[in-house]
């Protein structure tokens, strides 16, 4: 692929992906808590804390506010960005394999040529396999940013920060009154403290406003610091199986709706000398479409893949002397996908694998749709 068309690929997915992700993060905050709520217990340890996709909006918005809303924003917009770009980017360039690999078999496709919906669903899937390595990193830092309002009550020194939260900031003095004082000096294997994070962030004690969860830079480091470079992957398979069959889904729907409004619009008979370019509506429209089966394929993937990456977040370690053989026996491996998606079938069952299913469905729709009106709209603009 020439570089100034891997660029445009890459500057048009961009800023299509950064567009979708602004005005549709409330709603994928939701479906993240939605799906994370299910491996921790509610209020009364034995209901759900959110009701519905509605009911979480307003309960975020009631205890934190707007900026609750996009709480964890910088990740997911440099994450839709390099994801558009990325899956953009690879479908192009498996486009040309294909018709490279057409072209050494005797079968012409010149890149004029529309490829055929077969053809197209094999490089949708290939470049769905190739961005799932990209976006698991920060789909994880996403996740547990969404989360960590909902961590529950650990304020006892027998319970110690999630891996993910800053481990290295000093232990506040809780005074009387309920003001907070950082110590001048803290140590990591003190338990008879309270690190800042363990405690509860709804507490009447610590109101929320209060406290200042980590950002991105200081997840990443707590990742990396606990489970290595290897643990920024957590939850890849449930990304992987997403975004191949996800992938193959979206661009062979929007595909299909787009040459169908196309063909209903222009005589075939012109259709069969030229390609024309689709109408805005028309890629809007069929970009709505194909977000919609994209969203629903697989979802049960992303719920187990969602739940995989909150579980540390929500449900911190005991803490136990360093070396000891109970230290040992407790340190928990990273759930697997097939025993989490066991796990929570055997609980909730298969609507529990669609939890928050409508609230993505609700917002992929028009979110799928401004990124081919983007995407559409600037190879028309600039071809």
């Not at 140590?187 to 004690?205: F, G, M, Q």
């Not at 980590?214 to 997403?242: A, C, K, Y």
């Not at 026996?329 to 998606?341: A, D, H, I, N």
Request: charged share 15%.
């Amino acid at each position: 692929m020439p570089a100034r068309v891997a660029a445009k690929e890459i500057a048009f997915g961009s800023l299509a992906g950064m567009v979708s992700e602004i005005l549709e993060y409330p709603f994928d905050l939701a479906k993240v808590r939605l799906q994370a709520q299910l491996i921790v217990p509610g209020p009364t340890n034995n209901a759900l804390r959110f009701d519905g996709p509605l009911d979480c909006l307003m309960q975020t918005w009631r205890d934190e506010g707007v900026r609750g809303l996009y709480r964890g924003l910088p990740a997911p917009i440099v994450g839709s960005m390099a994801e558009t770009a990325a899956i953009f980017l690879s479908y192009s360039a498996f486009q040309n394999l294909i018709r490279s690999v057409s072209s050494s078999s005797n079968t012409h496709l010149d890149r004029s040529t529309p490829l055929s919906i077969a053809q197209l669903g094999l490089a949708a899937a290939g470049a769905g396999f190739v961005t799932s390595f990209i976006i698991t990193p920060i789909e994880l830092v996403k996740c547990k940013m969404q989360v960590q309002m909902m961590n529950p009550v650990h304020a006892h020194p027998s319970t110690q920060s999630a891996p993910g939260r800053i481990p290295h900031r000093p232990m506040p003095i809780i005074t009387s009154d309920g003001r907070i004082h950082s110590s001048p000096t803290t140590s990591r294997s003190n338990a008879s403290h309270r690190l800042i994070h363990d405690v509860a962030y709804k507490s009447a004690t610590l109101p929320t406003q209060t406290i200042n969860p980590p950002g991105p830079v200081s997840l990443i480091r707590s990742i990396v610091d606990t489970h290595g470079i290897r643990g920024l992957w957590l939850g890849h398979t449930g990304t992987l199986l997403r975004e191949t069959g996800g992938s193959a889904a979206w661009f062979i729907v929007k595909e299909w709706v787009a040459r169908r409004l196309v063909a209903n619009r222009i005589p075939k008979d012109t259709l069969a000398h030229h390609s024309p370019k689709l109408l805005p509506w028309e890629s809007a429209f069929s970009g709505a479409v194909a977000g919609a089966v994209g969203a629903l394929i697989l979802y049960p993937a992303d719920t187990v893949k969602s739940a995989i990456q909150t579980e540390e977040e929500l449900r911190p370690r005991a803490v136990m002397k360093p070396g000891s053989a109970a230290s040992q026996s407790s340190r928990r491996l990273p759930s697997t996908f097939m025993g989490t998606l066991r796990r929570m079938y055997s609980v909730y069952g298969l609507r529990g694998l669609y939890a928050g299913c409508g609230m993505t469905v609700a917002r992929a729709v028009p979110s799928s749709g401004i990124i081919f009106l983007v995407y559409d709209g600037l190879n028309a603009w600039f071809a």
